[in-house]
């Protein structure tokens, strides 16, 4: 129990365009999702905070605008990165809390951003 | 704001050898818990700890919750080359409030 899945795990795009990564709970559904980001040997940097249902809380120095996060269901987040530059490039993170039991958080895969 | 302080940093160990790794804080948490990161995926946990002196072993992992709720200990017996890997602690409350990581226990384990 309590997977997470995430989607693409990689993805290359262009400079100038816009890529969104799905972050899904697979069996239990989560109220609270978490978006970190992650620079290679660095630890996790948490970027924003995604509640069902209404507007994320995003962390100090992170551009609202430019990481959208929508969190439309129980058991789905998005995060676009708009007009992705060469400098966010970086390995994103999802993970969810349960909205039953115990206060852990399971994390995805990871997906993996390159822009050109 | 709330900071875990883990150390030591990074381990090299040859296999067999046991491991340990910490975190303190200044704040008190209701919620430990110890995560792995293999090179290239996300973390996964290990343990998880939810009273103040709770000892929990998974395998050849042992973690305690402190018993100032301050403190954790993760210790790996026996290791072996899969244990390579980056090793966070992270403090947590219910309520809401988010859960804080540390900074990782990046662990090499010599053949």
């Known amino acids: 129990g309590a997977v997470v899945s995430q989607h693409p795990s990689w993805v290359i795009c262009k400079s100038g365009t816009s890529v969104k990564i799905e972050c899904r709970s697979l069996?239990?559904?989560?109220?609270?999702m978490f978006w970190y980001r992650q620079f290679p040997k660095q630890s996790l940097m948490l970027m924003a905070t995604?509640?069902?249902?209404?507007?994320?809380?995003?962390e100090q120095g992170v551009e609202k605008d430019k990481f959208l996060i929508n969190h439309a269901s129980l058991t789905l987040s998005t995060l676009t990165v708009t007009s992705a530059h060469p400098e966010d490039s970086s390995f994103y993170i999802c993970?969810?809390?349960?909205?039953?039991?115990?206060?852990?958080?399971?994390f995805g895969p990871g997906t993996r951003l390159t822009v050109l | 704001g709330q900071q875990l302080n883990q150390s030591p940093q990074s381990m090299f160990i040859q296999e067999g050898e046991d491991v340990s790794m910490n975190c303190t804080s200044s704040?008190?948490?209701?919620?430990w818990l110890w995560y792995k990161q293999d090179p290239g995926e996300g973390p996964v946990l290990l343990i998880a700890?939810?009273?103040?002196?709770e000892l929990t072993s998974n395998g050849r992992l042992t973690a305690q919750f402190g018993i100032t709720r301050k403190d954790s200990f993760l210790n790996i017996s026996a290791s072996i080359p899969s244990d390579v890997g980056i090793y966070f602690c992270?403090?947590?409350?219910?309520?809401?409030?988010?859960?804080?990581f540390g900074a990782g226990t990046r662990l090499f384990v010599k053949a």
């Open positions: 993970s969810a809390r349960p909205f039953r039991g115990p206060n852990e958080q399971f």
């Open positions: 069996d239990f559904q989560a109220t609270t």
């Open positions: 995604s509640n069902e249902g209404s507007k994320a809380t995003y």
């Open positions: 704040s008190i948490f209701n919620t």
């Open positions: 700890l939810y009273k103040a002196g």
């Open positions: 992270a403090g947590g409350n219910t309520g809401g409030f988010k859960t804080i």
